[in-house]
Every structure is written in structure tokens, then in C-alpha cells.
């Protein structure tokens, strides 16, 4: 027997999961993507060098500006252009700001229903309406500093190859500055709150994440040495869903907050790298339910890094000066950290500087199989004891947690 | 006090841009609330309790037949239905790629068979009549609000008429495509973004799909020429966002 539950709601995107039932056991859990493809891959295939970003950003509203940076690491690298550090550090700003964006989202309008038991964050605001205002100021302050590095809050086309369009000014950095400040209280709150959520969903064993705090140069993982993604993630195609499951050295692995703090602590900074220890028995468990709470964490790193960032830029001052650009025939991966885990662009340019191959993989392609062994152990745990009501919210809390984007998921796959 | 309409948020295949941008209304969105009662919004909410809509939002291009039919349950159930987005109006980028759906299979999953049943993606406005077209990639929050407004109040929404150009002289934003020779489709291009790409000192890239009517697409083309960008770059371009054109 299949049980074939409603779509998901309150993620990213359209999926949905299925149960399969044999001797009143459950056998197996399919989680099905059911967003149609979308052919990014052909899409830039062709194209000039420069207009790629701007189209990659259009896989994901969420997290577009991991997208555009991804893409253009990856088409530096093919060029062998090297940035400054004004551009390094403005750009790890944007991706601070949707780090803000996406987890302020994520955990005070999708998550935090589930703690007060609404269907939703509107009708959670008529008796919470305090925390659902504080949730929005913080994810306004993320689009901020997306609108000013990105170029708009979705889908601007700021970031270049070499650099920017328009570079932030004085007063733009100093709003940074003071926001992300006045702002840290609010963070700290939410650690609290999102502590209180218990374990479910399975536990990871392995994680993997980018060899940098939220960009690299290559991968690393609870095991020995960095490396490139070619080298320990093999991807295979589905028959039941638009997307493709992916698999380090062979066994299901976790990207995303939770990885990051498990595999990165020693970056975070003085006050995330505080509540990092206080709860890391807990997060060592590797249940997937906590990423959750190291989303709230990493809130704070956040804010506490975009501070740190715009006094690095205030007291160096703004060049403004892009980097030139030699197109040539090249090959280039760009490794980001989304909000919601590894992203992988990888561009093969050819001599006249047009996309000759690409090769995009998202994080919530990556956490596919751990997604789908999480749900199978929660409706091993509910079956029988539960009715479907409770169950269909067990498993949509269980694929919440990893904060899936299915709109990114459908074009993860090759040429 | 008067009923509150019903509002429906249909998603169908895309970047999510279109549902997260209402979300992005933050304290307009409880003003919208004032009006409207959410009916269906997976994004957001996870109650779906509606079987008819007075204003149904849709979001995507149809990709799928399960977009078909969430198209279709839209239409069938509601009063007034906007083609929210490029995706919805002009088929946006993922419309663009001109292969049959099972080459386009073939070549991006290396099999053609078609067990999820993936259509060729094309705009909502291809499949059924909408009495409200609102494109952009994302479109601009406000211009929802105020249709949403506009509608709540019995007055038909106002489409805009004008280029994304002349957003750019209201601003006074330095012409990107004379002084910087970069290839900017303002000049026919819809406007309502406030010319945000120029803002950022580039090139208009055509999101919003090419103003009807007035612009000059042939002019654009010899502009272009002129400035050096060889044939299939231009046609790429226009083509990029709008290879749908209502």
C-alpha cells in the first residue's frame, strides 16, 4: 500500500512525500519533488560569460545572490581572476544578508507555527504578534543588505565578474553597522526559543560543508582533507521526482547550518561561538531537527560577522575599483555556502567566453537522501500510534527542519 | 463590516520569487489582511481550505501536468485571476530554451521518457484567460499591493504604459547605453522596477518583457548592432525573459 500525502506547505517550492506500507510495516518513504525542471543548464548554455549570473540567480528568489556569487566564482576561476579584499568581503556581506534573510524567514514565519501550534505565521500573530514583528524586522534588515549588495532584494544583478555595478557607500555601511548591532538582542531570543524544539528526523553521521565559513575554495567533511565535489559525490537520477540524489562516498550525508557549526565552530564568532558550545552535546547528536537551533545560531553569527565586516570596510574606505576580466578558455568551480547548505556551480568556458558546459548542484538536492531517511524513520516512529493528521505534521516538520528550496532542487543535473 | 474576499496563491513551476515577494510586503501584508482572507498560500500557510476565490494569484509557468491542473482548479474556482510575474505573463527564462520537452529531457537527465510528465513550460496566459497581467522578475511588491488594493475597492487595476526608460530619466540615472555602450533593453522594456538594473549602473536585462505598443524593438536591434553585439547575442537577449509574448 502507498500513501501518498498532500504537498508540502510552509517550504520553499512543490514536493511531496510517499509512504509505502508492506505487512503493515513501513517499508520505504519516497520524497518526491514534483516542481517541474526548469533547464538552467540549457539555458546558459552558449551564453556570454557576463550575463550568466543574472540568470543563474533566477534558479531560487530565497537564495539568489548564492546563486550569482557561486556563478561568478566559478567564472573567475575559469579566467584565473583573483579579487581584492574589498570585493571578497563585500561579497560575503551579501551572502551575511541572506543568510539574515532566508533562516529570519525560515525559522519565525515557517518554523515557529509549529512550536505555538498554528497553521501559520498571520494567525500565529494574533497571540504572538510581538516574536512574528521581530522575525520580519530582522528578515527586512537581511533584504536590506541584499538590496544593497545584490542590487534589489530578488533577482538584482549587482554582482560581476571582477566586482560590482555599484559599490555601498559610507552611509549604506554605517546603517549596517548600527543595525546589525541593535539587532543582536532580537538573535539571541530566537537561540532560546529554537532550543526548545526536541530530536527528530534521523541522525546525520556525515556532514560536509565549503572550506571557508559561507564560500571556499573546496569541500571538507567530518573526514580527513578538503577536496572537490567530483571527487567523494556521486549523483544518480530518480525515476519518481525532478531531481537527483546525491551520496558522500557512497552514504547519506548533511549540508546546512548544522554541518556548518559541526565542521566550522573555530570561525564563528566570540558570541555565536558562546551559544555554539553551550548547546554542543545537543547539536553533536546530528539530528536533523537541530538544525533548526543552529539556524538561530548562526542569526546571531551573522549579525555579529555583517558588524565586523562594515567596520573592516568603514575603516578601510571603499576603492570602488573592479578588477578586469580577460576571458579565456577555462574551467572553474564556485563553492557557497547558502542558507541552506553547499552550493556547486561548475563552468567549463570556451575560447570566445561562452558557457561551453555547466554543472549546478544545489543543497537541497545534496540533502535529498537524508531528507528521505529522516522521513522514513519518524513514520517508522508514528506508524501505528498516530493518526494521519499528526503524522502528515511530523513529516512536514521533519522535511521543514532542513529548510528545503525545491525551486533550486529541479536543475541540479549535468550535460 | 463587509466580507473579507478570499485570495488564492497558486504556485506553480518557478523560482519561488513571486510568492516570497507578497511575503516581502511585511506590514503592508496585515494592511492587505484587512481586505482579504487567505484562502490557499503553501508558501506560507498550511491550511487550504478554499473551493472558490474572489482573486486568485498565480505564480510559474505550467511545466507539469500537476500545473495544468492547479491551473485549471485557479481558473475554474475563482473570479478574477492575475498572471502574477514573467513567469506567468511571458513564459521568463525558463521558458526560453526553444527544444521539444523530451529533447530537452534527454539532454539535461539523459533519458527522454517522461514519468513525472514534464510539458513544454509556457507562460499561464498561453493556457487560460486572465483578466489581470502583472509581469517582472520579480515584479515590484508595490505594484501587487496596489492592484490587490484597487480590487478590494471595485476599481480595475492600472497597467503601466510607459518604458523602463523613462524610469531612468525620472531618476536621472546616466544612460547606461550611451555612455557606457552596455546592452541595456530600457528602451523597451515595461516598466513599474524603477529601473533597478540601471541603479545598479548595468544594463537593463528585459525581465519585465517588452513593452506593447509603443516601443521600437527594430531600433533597439540597430542600436545594439551599431555598438558591436553580434546577431545571435541580441536575439538571445530579447528572447531571454519574453519568448512569449501575449
Known amino acids: ?415 | 463590516m463587509m466580507d473579507k474576499l478570499k485570495l488564492g496563491v497558486f504556485e506553480l513551476t518557478d523560482c519561488g520569487g513571486c510568492a516570497l515577494n507578497i511575503l516581502f510586503l511585511y506590514e503592508k501584508l496585515f494592511d492587505l489582511l484587512e481586505f482579504y482572507e487567505i484562502e490557499e498560500f503553501h508558501m506560507a500557510t498550511s491550511l487550504s481550505e478554499g473551493s472558490h476565490y474572489d482573486v486568485a494569484l498565480v505564480t510559474g509557468t505550467v511545466s507539469t501536468r500537476r500545473d495544468l491542473n492547479l491551473l485549471k482548479k485557479a481558473r475554474n474556482h475563482s473570479e478574477y485571476l492575475i498572471a502574477l510575474g514573467t513567469c506567468a505573463t511571458h513564459g521568463s527564462v525558463q521558458g526560453s530554451v526553444e527544444l521539444p520537452i523530451r529533447e530537452k529531457l534527454k539532454a539535461v537527465y539523459g533519458d527522454e521518457s517522461n514519468p513525472m510528465h514534464a510539458l513544454d513550460p509556457k507562460p499561464v496566459v498561453e493556457h487560460v484567460a486572465v483578466d489581470f497581467a502583472l509581469p517582472g522578475c520579480p515584479y515590484d511588491k508595490e505594484e501587487v499591493f496596489q492592484a490587490l488594493i484597487d480590487i478590494a475597492k471595485g476599481v480595475e487595476p492600472v497597467k503601466k504604459d510607459y518604458p523602463v526608460c523613462l524610469e531612468c530619466k525620472l531618476n536621472e540615472y546616466e544612460c547606461v547605453l550611451v555612455k557606457k555602450e552596455l546592452p541595456c533593453l530600457g528602451p523597451i522594456t515595461y516598466g513599474g522596477c524603477n529601473a533597478a538594473c540601471v541603479r545598479s549602473g548595468l544594463g537593463c536585462i528585459g525581465c519585465r518583457g517588452p513593452l506593447p505598443g509603443e516601443a521600437n524593438p527594430a531600433s533597439e536591434y540597430e542600436i545594439l548592432k551599431d555598438k558591436g553585439y553580434d546577431d545571435e547575442y541580441i536575439v538571445r537577449k530579447f528572447k531571454t525573459f519574453a519568448r512569449w509574448e501575449p
Request: glycine share 8%.
Open chain 1, 1 to 415: 500500500m502507498i500513501i501518498e500525502l498532500r504537498e508540502f506547505t510552509r517550504v520553499e517550492g512543490n514536493g511531496k512525500a510517499e509512504i509505502v506500507i508492506e505487512d503493515g510495516e513501513v517499508k520505504d518513504v519516497r520524497l518526491k519533488i514534483v516542481e517541474g525542471p526548469r533547464f538552467f543548464e540549457l539555458l546558459t548554455l552558449g551564453r556570454h560569460y557576463y550575463d550568466v549570473p543574472d540568470l543563474e540567480a533566477r534558479i531560487c528568489a530565497i537564495c539568489y545572490l548564492s546563486h550569482s556569487v557561486a556563478s561568478v566564482l566559478g567564472i573567475e576561476r575559469a579566467f584565473g581572476v583573483e579579487v581584492p579584499e574589498e570585493i571578497a568581503l563585500l561579497r560575503e556581506l551579501g551572502l551575511i544578508g541572506e543568510l539574515i534573510e532566508s533562516h529570519a524567514l525560515h525559522l519565525y514565519l515557517l518554523v515557529a507555527p509549529d512550536v505555538f501550534g498554528y497553521p501559520d505565521a498571520i494567525r500565529m500573530a494574533t497571540k504572538h504578534g510581538e516574536l512574528v514583528k521581530e522575525g520580519i524586522t530582522i528578515k527586512a534588515f537581511g533584504n536590506r543588505i541584499r538590496e544593497l549588495i545584490g542590487g534589489r532584494e530578488i533577482h538584482g544583478i549587482n554582482v560581476k565578474p571582477g566586482g560590482f555595478g555599484r559599490y555601498p557607500t559610507v552611509e549604506e555601511l554605517e546603517m549596517i553597522e548600527k543595525e546589525s548591532e541593535a539587532l543582536l538582542r532580537l538573535a539571541k531570543r530566537a537561540v532560546r526559543l529554537f532550543a526548545s524544539l526536541g530530536p527528530y528526523g534521523a541522525q546525520a553521521t556525515h556532514f560536509v560543508a565549503t572550506d571557508g565559513y559561507l564560500w571556499g575554495e573546496k569541500l571538507i567533511s567530518d573526514e580527513e582533507g578538503s577536496f572537490h565535489y567530483t571527487e567523494r559525490i556521486e549523483e544518480r537520477s530518480l525515476i519518481y521526482s525532478f531531481t537527483k540524489q546525491s551520496r558522500y562516498n557512497g552514504e547519506a550525508f548533511l549540508v546546512g547550518s548544522l554541518a556548518r557549526l559541526l565542521l566550522k565552530s573555530e570561525m564563528l564568532t566570540p558570541t555565536a561561538g558562546r551559544l555554539f558550545e553551550e548547546h554542543r552535546e545537543k547539536l553533536a547528536t546530528g539530528y536533523v531537527s537541530y538544525n533548526n537551533l543552529a539556524q538561530a545560531i548562526e542569526l546571531v553569527y551573522a549579525l555579529e560577522r555583517a558588524n565586523e565586516i562594515a567596520k573592516t570596510l568603514l575603516d578601510r574606505g571603499i576603492e570602488g575599483e573592479n578588477v578586469p576580466v580577460e576571458p579565456g578558455e577555462g574551467e572553474g568551480i564556485g563553492y557557497v555556502e547558502a542558507p541552506r547548505g553547499v552550493l556547486v556551480h561548475h563552468y567549463r568556458i570556451d575560447a570566445n567566453g561562452k558557457v561551453a558546459y555547466s554543472n549546478i548542484i544545489t543543497p537541497t538536492a545534496l540533502n535529498h537522501v537524508m531528507m528521505e531517511a529522516s522521513l522514513l524513520e519518524e513514520a517508522r516512529r508514528l506508524h501505528g500510534k498516530a493518526d494521519d493528521r499528526a503524522m502528515v505534521q511530523r513529516l512536514e516538520e521533519t522535511v521543514r527542519a532542513f529548510d528545503p528550496c525545491i525551486s533550486c532542487s529541479v536543475h541540479i543535473v549535468r550535460l
